[in-house]
């Protein structure tokens, strides 16, 4: 705090003085208060108090969006098999190893290594990637690149390339308790226009979409993830940072990294690829596809929507109903949204039915 007020911002006792208030009325912690960038002098109390953290922020949440159907996206498979029943383009799903559960899965299932090596000779392919079922922030993803030529298989992990037996990998994998196990996905050939900002991550769209009174969805805000360096993911949570992007125009903003110093980036801080101007390609296919991949789902009034730019076309990640928040990113709070969600009745008995 001292650092701060030596660096031209509010005193360290008015900052003291914002985080007591903000922790009872926000649930706002000492983290967020940096990372936000909240002991900024620029701010005004009144924006301030538009930022909402903690169980607070997840008390909001689950009054717009019933908790009790969270499973319609918590469980990846689960989200695919409506996705792909309505004709949602999504990465493939080669099988889930053996052990993982899932409500839905009715496919494949990888019992051994050789199992996978025969998927990827009928594929002809050599490179897959493994998630967990319900993982989030990109926890326990791995890229990887098998030699299945060899009399002793190797899998190299991508991008960092550590190299490991197979044996020993799918051991890794079996033996994975948390998040319901692993499944085996297709890897995302990415649009060179997205790509290049960092070559080793799938680079995304994390867009909110909310239901308005007249039962349409719209995208009210958005920003592309990437990654920093040598890494598979491009998670906030593991490191990376996610420019804003213009809704009507793709057009991408400079990006605040989610540190205390946050620093802003108008090009990539590795590859040096300009971001601020950018205009992302296929961006109104791109928003097409988020609004009929929500429409799918009306017991929600709130929905995150992850979506890779392939080269072929957009594709869906995932979705998510307890979407994690994005105030740093964005620049503004997320309170008076969810509020104004709840005011008009956007709640929990807003929608009907199940998934389509």
Same mark, same amino acid.
């Given at each position: 705090?001292?650092?701060?007020?030596?660096?031209?911002?509010?005193?360290?006792?008015?900052?003291?003085?914002?985080?007591?208030?903000?922790?009872?009325?926000?649930?706002?912690?000492?983290?967020?208060?940096?990372?936000?960038?909240?002991?900024?002098?620029?701010?005004?109390?009144?924006?301030?108090?538009?930022?909402?953290?903690?169980?607070?922020?997840?008390?909001?949440?689950?009054?717009?969006?019933?908790?009790?159907?969270?499973?319609?996206?918590?469980?990846?498979?689960?989200?695919?098999?409506?996705?792909?029943?309505?004709?949602?383009?999504?990465?493939?799903?080669?099988?889930?190893?053996?052990?993982?559960?899932?409500?839905?899965?009715?496919?494949?299932?990888?019992?051994?290594?050789?199992?996978?090596?025969?998927?990827?000779?009928?594929?002809?392919?050599?490179?897959?990637?493994?998630?967990?079922? @319900? !993982?989030?922030?990109?926890? &326990?993803?791995?890229?990887?690149?098998?030699?299945?030529?060899? %009399? +002793?298989?190797? $899998? *190299?992990?991508?991008?960092?390339?550590?190299?490991?037996?197979?044996?020993?990998?799918?051991?890794?994998?079996?033996?994975?308790?948390?998040?319901?196990?692993?499944?085996?996905?297709?890897?995302?050939?990415?649009?060179?226009?997205?790509?290049?900002?960092?070559?080793?991550?799938?680079?995304?769209?994390?867009?909110?979409?909310?239901?308005?009174?007249?039962?349409?969805?719209?995208?009210?805000?958005?920003?592309?993830?990437?990654?920093?360096?040598?890494?598979?993911?491009?998670?906030?949570?593991?490191?990376?940072?996610?420019?804003?992007?213009?809704?009507? @125009? !793709?057009?991408?903003?400079? &990006?605040?990294?989610?540190?205390?110093?946050?620093?802003?980036? %108008? +090009?990539?801080? $590795? *590859?040096?690829?300009?971001?601020?101007?950018?205009?992302?390609?296929?961006?109104?296919?791109?928003?097409?596809?988020?609004?009929?991949?929500?429409?799918?789902?009306?017991?929600?009034?709130?929905?995150?929507?992850?979506?890779?730019?392939?080269?072929?076309?957009?594709?869906?990640?995932?979705?998510?109903?307890?979407?994690?928040?994005?105030?740093?990113?964005?620049?503004?709070?997320?309170?008076?949204?969810?509020?104004?969600?709840?005011?008009?009745?956007?709640?929990?008995?807003?929608?009907?039915?199940?998934?389509?």
């Amino acid at each position: 705090m001292r650092r701060l007020e030596r660096e031209g911002h509010h005193a360290a006792i008015r900052q003291l003085w914002e985080l007591i208030q903000l922790r009872a009325r926000r649930g706002i912690g000492p983290v967020f208060y940096l990372r936000a960038g909240l002991y900024r002098r620029e701010l005004s109390w009144r924006d301030k108090l538009d930022f909402v953290a903690g169980k607070k922020y997840d008390r909001l949440i689950h009054s717009v969006n019933p908790p009790e159907h969270d499973h319609f996206t918590r469980d990846k498979l689960e989200c695919y098999r409506i996705l792909r029943a309505n004709g949602i383009p999504t990465p493939e799903v080669y099988g889930i190893v053996e052990g993982a559960i899932s409500a839905s899965w009715d496919g494949e299932v990888l019992r051994s290594s050789g199992d996978l090596l025969k998927i990827l000779e009928s594929r002809g392919i050599d490179t897959v990637c493994f998630k967990f079922v @319900t !993982g989030t922030r990109g926890r &326990g993803f791995y890229k990887v690149r098998i030699d299945r030529k060899a %009399a +002793a298989p190797m $899998v *190299t992990i991508e991008p960092k390339g550590e190299t490991v037996p197979l044996a020993d990998f799918w051991r890794t994998l079996r033996e994975a308790k948390l998040f319901n196990g692993y499944f085996c996905q297709a890897v995302i050939d990415q649009h060179p226009g997205v790509a290049r900002f960092n070559p080793s991550s799938v680079n995304t769209l994390r867009c909110w979409m909310v239901r308005t009174a007249a039962g349409e969805w719209r995208m009210c805000c958005a920003n592309l993830r990437m990654g920093i360096g040598k890494t598979a993911v491009d998670n906030i949570a593991a490191g990376g940072f996610a420019p804003a992007i213009d809704i009507d @125009t !793709g057009r991408l903003s400079s &990006g605040i990294q989610r540190r205390v110093d946050r620093p802003v980036h %108008a +090009a990539h801080p $590795v *590859t040096g690829e300009r971001i601020e101007g950018t205009i992302l390609p296929m961006w109104p296919e791109a928003k097409a596809l988020c609004e009929r991949t929500v429409a799918l789902f009306p017991y929600y009034c709130l929905a995150s929507v992850d979506l890779a730019f392939g080269r072929e076309g957009p594709l869906i990640i995932e979705l998510g109903s307890s979407p994690d928040e994005m105030q740093a990113e964005w620049g503004r709070g997320a309170y008076p949204l969810l509020r104004e969600l709840i005011r008009k009745g956007c709640v929990v008995n807003a929608g009907s039915g199940t998934p389509r």
